[in-house]
DNA sequence: CATGAATGAGTGTTCATTCAT
DNA sequence: GATGAATGAACACTCATTCAT
């Protein structure tokens, strides 16, 4: 257990780094950020950022790393527990915004990763995460609602691809307004938004 | 009239290079890009470039407003006309489909501009200019949304903003989750979509 | 013939930047060159070097096809000529060592080529090279040795292979004492052994 | 004798350095060699080379020197035994050639110190050394050879000067050929080489 | 006006060496 | 004594921009 260099101490440092780094990558940008900055800001010299990172763009994709598991939404159980369609759709779409919400500080960081899928040399592999990730959130939806719809909870001719990903699409987009626009308030509006969807969807309208 | 070059020619010449970068850029990225690269794609010498654009981000930006210009939706109109609140909702969403379903080829090219609103020297500019396109469609479906709800059209505990962010949203969220993922059909799904969030909208949610 | 730069002057700019490579990788080595050296030296900016060269190897390369050319020895019509094989060796060698003293400047810059042989990065392509150019020679010998053998001039018990590689190899290695202890007279050295060994190679050793 | 590490211990680590040295310095070269090479070949810690060594030049030199040692000719007693010039001489070049063969392996290693003299931090050392080295043989040579001439061995018009320095030098020059064309085999070669020139040497050609 | 040529500021990465344990 | 960890100096190369023609 007593190793060279406690796996503690490693650890703690490459979570500095990576503190540091998504600081940076978040204010200045993939592009901009020079891997000075990086080091200066994690109090150590730049080298030593290349004993935990092979690159600046491995360094990029760790913190991406760090990023999706710190916010990672799970999405188990809603499927198979007893409750309604209706509700199970609510309780993850909160969950969801919450997550969006509680990542606050990370969101500009986010739409950097989200930049770097249109060019950047790690575009494929973002590309790749991303999807994985809206594929992971759109199925636990969709058997919410293939359950809904056969218990006769939501309309029968619903496609329930289309509805998934159209829930998620309008979360994605409603936080992205937010971007572009401080003054509104994404959880507002995405939980008013769903209320309308979910009364759409419902087999029997005038249930709440 | 006898200029040294007619304004004709010198339009001309601003449109082959404005033409050339937009494929340069959506092909390789805004960083990516080397003013070379455009040149050559515009069978021109790289300091001609500059005889028409100051800089790089400079060329950037005019390429932007070229597309928009280019994929511009007019949405005059929609809220006075005699129509249900449902049909005008339908035709402007199918409207602003169709338009990104026309961009196609400059789908890839919107995302660049896109990433460029989260770092880049233009950020500022990128992303105030997405925020006013926005805003111009959401005033409109929000005016058509108030309308259907004096009418009676339209339910009338709903907050218009919301649904207008949310329909806006929904629709690039969904196009979004086609572009990370290609075997999507985003017109399809967005139809299929609307319809649902239409009838969760509607005042008598058994009309169509 | 009015190119957009004359093949004149870009030849010129090339052989400037050659002679300054040159001098600098002579004086500092290969190693401890930087490309802002050369440029300093050959009077333009770093990057005009990458104009004319692809790299800094490649550029090192260039000088040793220049050097090459500037001092090649034709060897040509050795062999067929009236003299005895003792004059035509004798001619050849003399010649050999001229240009080796011609070299006189560039003998410093010659030993780096051939350090580089050793290991660098352009190793092998050197390694060919050298030994194409001691192929070359060693054939022109080999061919006049074999007539002087068939004509009765020369030992008929000589192995040709051996005496030639022997004669070269000599001459490179008392040029390369030389190098090492600057006050030995290479050119005195090699007149005075060549003659010698010519007379171990003559049929009959009383002829001079 | 107790010391706080046995200087067997402390020697033992040394040569064990100096062999991985010499392994990797062989394999990659002096410049594309790094501490961490040499370390890891020698199962050690990095920094544990700078227990023994000042710096990489000052390892590189104590590899020269221990190769040095270790295909030291040894010439001494040639010049003043009872037998002839040629013989001696045959002798002294055959165990010279008989070291160059056994250093095998580590010729390649030779050259690397013999393109270090050529730039490099070490150049003037190695250049000295190389000198000496040269230096020594050719003095030993030298004697014989005036000996011979004293004895009426050999001609009596020689310059013994540029005589040692041309034996010396063909054979380095053809161990240097062969090393450029791998199918060469120095060793005969040279043996047949010499045998002409001691033919050249003789005072009476008709000996062998 | 058009342009080929020239440029230098800028940066990721390597590696010998030092240092704290 | 031994070593893993940390470091910063060094450097090739790129590319937007300028300039001379």
Do not use: C
Request: no cysteine; glycine share 6%.
């Amino acid at each position: 257990m007593q190793e060279t260099q406690t796996e503690n101490t490693r650890d703690k440092k490459r979570e500095q780094i990576l503190e540091s780094a998504a600081l940076v990558f978040s204010q200045k940008g993939y592009r901009l950020t020079r891997m000075n900055d990086i080091a200066q800001k994690a109090d150590m010299g730049k080298s030593t950022l290349y004993e935990y990172f092979t690159s600046k763009s491995d360094l990029f994709m760790a913190v991406f790393g760090w990023l999706k598991t710190r916010y990672q939404v799970t999405a188990d159980g809603f499927a198979l527990n007893g409750k309604s369609a209706q509700e199970n759709l609510s309780n993850l779409i909160q969950g969801w915004v919450a997550s969006l919400v509680d990542m606050d500080v990370h969101y500009q960081l986010i739409m950097e990763f989200w930049a770097a899928t249109a060019s950047s040399e790690v575009k494929d592999q973002l590309k790749q995460a991303f999807a994985d990730i809206y594929q992971t959130y759109r199925e636990v939806i969709l058997k919410v609602i293939e359950i809904g719809m056969k218990r006769g909870e939501l309309k029968e001719d619903l496609d329930p691809e289309a509805v998934s990903a159209g829930v998620i699409g309008a979360l994605d987009g409603i936080f992205l307004q937010a971007w572009f626009k401080p003054e509104m308030d994404p959880t507002k509006i995405s939980n008013h938004y769903i209320t309308t969807l979910i009364q759409g969807l419902s087999a029997d309208p005038h249930r709440s």
